[in-house]
């Protein structure tokens, strides 16, 4: 069982820039398979970013160029990095997590909300 707290989220205004964390903790057999999803009102959630477990990683067209994923194994930590962040970035996002390539994130976050003004 792997448990996942995001932390990060917050108002910004646009064109600034955050950073969203997501520890990971429990059974945990690392390198994890990682990903970022977030969901807007009224839309249907999607992916953000992944990370697989030999570190590579693929961005939704959206916020290729402006966000980075990485991780810190040693930590157990997901990092979501947000730049020249826009007002179609606010959502709620969400960490996932499982211990396998090419298959469904079985284990999920609470979210953490991402508001950016314009």
């Known amino acids: 069982q792997v448990q996942l707290m995001e932390s990060g989220g917050g108002l910004v205004q646009a064109g600034g820039s955050l950073r969203l964390s997501c520890a990971a903790s429990?059974?945990?057999?690392?390198?994890?398979?990682m990903g970022w999803y977030r969901q807007a009102p009224g839309k249907q959630r999607e992916l953000v970013a992944k990370i697989t477990r030999g570190g590579t990683t693929n961005y939704a067209d959206s916020v290729k160029g402006r966000f980075t994923i990485s991780r810190d194994n040693a930590k157990n930590t997901l990092y979501l990095q947000m730049d020249n962040l826009k007002p179609e970035d606010t959502a709620v996002y969400y960490c996932a997590a499982g211990l396998w390539d090419g298959v469904e994130y079985p284990y999920w976050g609470q979210g953490t909300q991402v508001t950016v003004s314009s």
């Open positions: 429990g059974s945990i057999s690392s390198p994890l398979a």
